[in-house]
């Protein structure tokens, strides 16, 4: 009888480390899907501070023709 006890034991033991692994595999699949969308999410942020970037650098490209542009004008007159 002592070894049917120990056997129950054993198996509910067993179940219970079962069910810890799939708490486990739960959770990290779920702190895999926040990875995810956390590095999509800041993929597109950089993609969007380099949009940025490039759209000053076009304005500070502008300013300096037209600061050229202006001096050339200037010269002339």
């Known amino acids: 009888q002592a070894e049917l006890r ?5 198996k509910e033991e067993l179940r ?3 069910a ?3 708490a486990a ?4 699949e779920a ?7 956390v590095t999509a999410s ?3 942020s950089i993609r969007q501070l380099l949009s940025g970037a490039e759209s000053l650098q ?3 490209d502008l300013l300096k023709s037209i600061d050229r542009i202006s001096e050339v004008s200037e010269d002339r007159h």
Do not use: F, T, Y
């Not at 702190?31 to 969308?37: D, G, K, N, P, R």
């Open 6 to 10: 120990n056997s129950r034991l054993e």
């Open 16 to 18: 219970a480390g079962q």
């Open 20 to 22: 810890g692994l799939a």
């Open 25 to 28: 595999k739960q959770n990290a």
């Open 31 to 37: 702190a895999l899907q926040q990875l995810l969308q």
């Open 42 to 44: 800041s993929r597109a």
């Open 58 to 60: 076009l304005v500070a």
